[in-house]
């Protein structure tokens, strides 16, 4: 191996080498191949993999559909309660969830590539065009989206589909969320985020005002007074602080803005990475930070988690796939104190960590890495700008089984709600639920009686 320059550094690796460490994760499957893939499929009458997705997505029926040769007519079920199928198929732990239940995983067997096959599916049509919706006859009625991530997008489309004019406000240049921003380049080539986007806006009656931020550019009692009704799906827009000297010593960055960072940039070539890379947490950002500075080109590549492998909020494949690509994962540590060297870090203390009486404590031993680069992924947070007037709970805005908000006409779904579950698959489910109870609501009103649950 060539030896690697230190410090932060673009450009580390050639052209081919940035053009294959970035190609799809898991390439699409071609027509015979999702034949083969679909025919393995048992249809269950009872189907675990329908109770294990949280959209509720008719899993048989899909695959029944791609095996006898419409993919198209597979894609529409899909869509049916998953306006963001593609991206799903893409992204989701199908391993944790369809997939973990499938009757075929067993010992002796894998289970059915359901999470390639929704993807086959969903690109077929979104290839082609082929839309299964259109905006429904116009009620009147306006409602005001604000953020425009999967919770807002699956809830825009639905209120469309019920004849109702959408605005979203989200505080980018573009819309998706953390679908654009937030998820590892690999997962998502070819600009699929916005691909995505561009499908989902086509059905009509719905316009996005990138830019405004909620708190910042408008108030939610400005909406109130503007629209019929809100929904509320901004995402968590804050990150968990790293609280330990040096932490704010150059070097040291936010995995969720490095992530993006890439994710925007026109070359990967013009990402500077370090060649001692550090990344501090257990979830799934780490995960996508850590791969990617491999795929960067960083010669040592460490994930320190303050807990055990059991602990960890990534999925056992992503900690795998990390592990394949050159990660060395590390637990039982926790950061104590950041060193530098002419004000850029140079290495990071940690102190092992253990469980006593199942509360995490420390032992007092520690230990130094090297590291020229330290990507901080602690979690994230809600962002409380603009919400002052919402009751909140556990750090999050507290909604009801139907995702009504402490305040009347406001609706909240997603990573900013109560039950958000960092999973794009769930916040498209709480999104189109709440557009669904968005939609009773209005009605109701239009009659001139008060909706109740």
């Known amino acids: 191996m060539r030896r690697l320059e230190p410090g932060l550094k673009a450009g580390r690796l050639d052209a081919a080498d940035y053009a294959r460490n970035f190609s799809d994760l898991h390439p699409p499957l071609g027509d015979h191949e999702a034949l083969v893939a679909s025919d393995r499929c048992y249809f269950c009458y009872d189907a675990p993999c329908m109770t294990a997705c949280p959209t509720s997505i008719d899993i048989p029926l899909f695959i029944r559909q791609i095996s006898t040769g419409n993919p198209l007519g597979s894609a529409k079920t899909i869509f049916d309660q998953n306006i963001l199928g593609g991206m799903c198929a893409r992204v989701c732990p199908t391993e944790q969830l369809c997939e973990e239940v499938c009757v075929r995983n067993t010992a002796e067997e894998r289970p059915v590539e359901i999470g390639r096959l929704q993807r086959y599916a969903t690109d077929v049509a979104i290839a082609e065009g082929r839309q299964f919706y259109t905006a429904g006859p116009e009620t009147g009625k306006k409602v005001a989206v604000v953020g425009a991530g999967p919770a807002g997008l699956a809830c825009a489309h639905r209120l469309a589909m019920a004849g109702h004019f959408v605005t979203i406000y989200d505080h980018r240049e573009k819309a998706g969320g953390l679908n654009e921003y937030g998820i590892a380049a690999y997962k998502t080539t070819n600009d699929f985020a916005q691909r995505e986007v561009d499908y989902i806006l086509s059905i009509g009656n719905i316009d996005v005002v990138n830019g405004e931020m909620l708190g910042r550019d408008f108030t939610l009692p400005d909406l109130q007074a503007k629209f019929d009704a809100v929904f509320l799906g901004a995402g968590l827009g804050n990150v968990n602080a790293l609280n330990i000297p040096g932490a704010q010593i150059n070097g040291v960055v936010d995995a969720v803005e490095f992530i993006a960072n890439l994710r925007e940039a026109n070359d990967k070539a013009d990402v500077p990475v370090g060649r001692d890379v550090v990344v501090i947490g257990g979830g799934m950002t780490a995960i996508d930070a850590a791969v990617q500075c491999k795929l960067l080109g960083a010669e040592n590549v460490t994930i320190c988690y303050r807990r055990g492998k059991e602990h960890m909020n990534a999925s056992e494949f992503e900690?795998?796939?990390?592990?394949?690509?050159?990660?060395?994962?590390?637990?039982?540590?926790?950061?104590?104190?950041?060193?530098?060297?002419?004000?850029?870090?140079?290495?990071?203390?940690?102190?092992?960590?253990?469980?006593?009486?199942?509360?995490?404590?420390?032992?007092?031993?520690?230990?130094?890495?090297?590291?020229?680069?330290?990507?901080?992924?602690?979690?994230?947070?809600?962002?409380?700008?603009?919400?002052?007037?919402?009751?909140?709970?556990?750090?999050?805005?507290?909604?009801?089984?139907?995702?009504?908000?402490?305040?009347?006409?406001?609706?909240?779904?997603?990573?900013?709600?109560?039950?958000?579950?960092?999973?794009?698959?769930?916040?498209?489910?709480m999104g189109r639920d709440a557009a669904k109870s968005i939609n009773r609501s209005l009605a109701a009103s239009a009659a001139g009686v008060t909706a109740v649950a």
């Open 319 to 429: 900690q795998d796939l990390a592990a394949s690509k050159g990660v060395h994962i590390r637990h039982w540590l926790q950061p104590k104190e950041i060193a530098h060297h002419h004000g850029h870090c140079s290495a990071i203390t940690f102190e092992y960590t253990h469980l006593e009486n199942g509360v995490m404590k420390g032992t007092g031993h520690t230990a130094e890495i090297k590291a020229d680069q330290i990507l901080v992924a602690i979690g994230q947070k809600l962002d409380p700008l603009g919400l002052d007037s919402l009751r909140l709970e556990g750090g999050k805005i507290a909604i009801d089984g139907e995702g009504r908000t402490s305040i009347a006409g406001v609706w909240a779904g997603g990573d900013c709600a109560t039950g958000g579950k960092d999973l794009t698959v769930s916040a498209v489910a």
